[in-house]
């Protein structure tokens, strides 16, 4: 397709300019690749790399393969860790690891061990600095001011943060934030709460992307990038009508051939086995919407302890995956799944500029 979309705005955000205000969602855990990525910015788009549960080394590997690739703009993304809980992990964890020891055992597996998660956002971030993204981004919580003013210096790079709230936003935007990422309640996967609150089903607001974008574009001077159950043209158009720049997709990339997503989860989003999606603790700790399955089923209570409980259950994943069992692994989807279809990146891209060039 040709490199910009006609009549389509271009997005900027600082010194960043994509010509198709449409971007493919950093998708830790294998589906955003080097090779989704370059092929979402040949087609005029912005693709993140994730940096999340990755370590600085591989960091390293992935951006200078998608560098090798392409030489269109490219984000990344990384996670804060937030604080190292204190103490020893309680028995609420402990008895999760005791009942998920039968499933463990049918895939021949151990559950793995509880833990703490470093992120090692510095270190990732000195990596950075040898490449060129052209803009990074930051989830699950604040980085602060240090943080925010060391991007701009030693990358010369635009800042975006993922935010859930109004509150959230405001800080962001005191923290130096040159834009933020509205992430809705209709998100597949990991929602970018900055607080994962356990009396919350859902872990925190269940404000729609729509609602969330036409609230925060009143309150802030920074551009708003919306992110939640998007798999259309026409629901690109109206979020850029609401105020926004531009439009995160997650959910609709993720059976494009160039995607790393697993073969089970590929296919139980296109076979329609599965019925709806549901916000669930049971496979991280933290609040993720997945299609709703059998594991999601029997752990309705999990403990909300991430990334803990993401290293408990990432020895059964891997094995159910391997053996091409969908019912026991993490299918993280957005609640417009049901419009994912297979195939290059480069028609899912130009399917979405038609669409939003069309109009209403």
């Known amino acids: 397709m040709p490199d910009r979309g006609d009549g389509v705005e271009p997005m900027r955000i600082g010194s960043l300019q994509v010509p ?18 370059a092929a979402v910015g040949a087609a005029g788009g912005l693709g993140w790399l994730p940096a999340g549960y990755l370590t600085p080394e591989a960091l390293d590997d992935m951006v200078a393969e998608l560098e090798r690739r392409s030489d269109r703009p490219y984000g990344v993304n990384l996670f804060l860790s937030g604080p190292e809980p204190e103490g020893d992990v309680d028995d609420q964890v402990q008895a999760y690891i005791d009942g998920l020891r039968p499933e463990a055992q049918r895939y021949g597996v151990a559950p793995g061990e509880p833990r703490f998660t470093d992120e090692h956002v510095a270190e990732k971030l000195e990596i950075l600095a040898r490449h060129r993204p052209a803009i990074v981004s930051f989830t699950f919580g604040d980085p602060g001011t240090t943080v925010v003013s060391r991007v701009h210096r030693e990358l010369g790079v635009p800042v975006a943060v993922t935010v859930t709230s109004e509150a959230e936003a405001r800080t962001a935007v005191a923290s130096g934030a040159d834009a933020l990422v509205a992430q809705g309640i209709e998100a597949g996967g990991h929602r970018g709460l900055w607080f994962d609150d356990p009396a919350e089903p859902d872990g925190g607001p269940r404000t729609t992307t729509a609602e969330l974008v036409r609230k925060l574009v009143d309150v802030v001077d920074v551009p708003v990038i919306a992110a939640g159950g998007i798999t259309d043209g026409a629901a690109i158009g109206a979020l850029l009508a609401a105020g926004a720049v531009g439009a995160q997709l997650g959910t ?77 692994i993490n299918l993280w989807a957005g609640t417009g799944w049901r419009s994912v279809t ?19």
């Open 252 to 328: 609709a990339f993720l059976c494009c051939d160039e995607a790393g997503t697993s073969e089970p989860h590929c296919r139980a989003l296109l076979d329609a086995r599965y019925s709806d999606t549901l916000v669930t603790r049971a496979f991280s700790g933290r609040s993720a919407r997945s299609l709703r399955n059998g594991f999601t089923e029997r752990h309705p209570e999990a403990p909300p302890h991430y990334p803990h409980i993401h290293h408990v259950t990432k020895p059964i994943r891997s094995a159910a995956t391997a053996a091409g069992e969908a019912d026991d």
């Open 20 to 37: 198709v205000p449409i971007l493919c969602a950093p998708m830790a855990g294998g589906p955003s690749t080097p090779a989704l990525v």
């Open 342 to 360: 297979a195939g290059p990146a480069a028609d899912l891209m130009a399917r979405l500029t038609g669409e939003l060039n069309a109009g209403p």
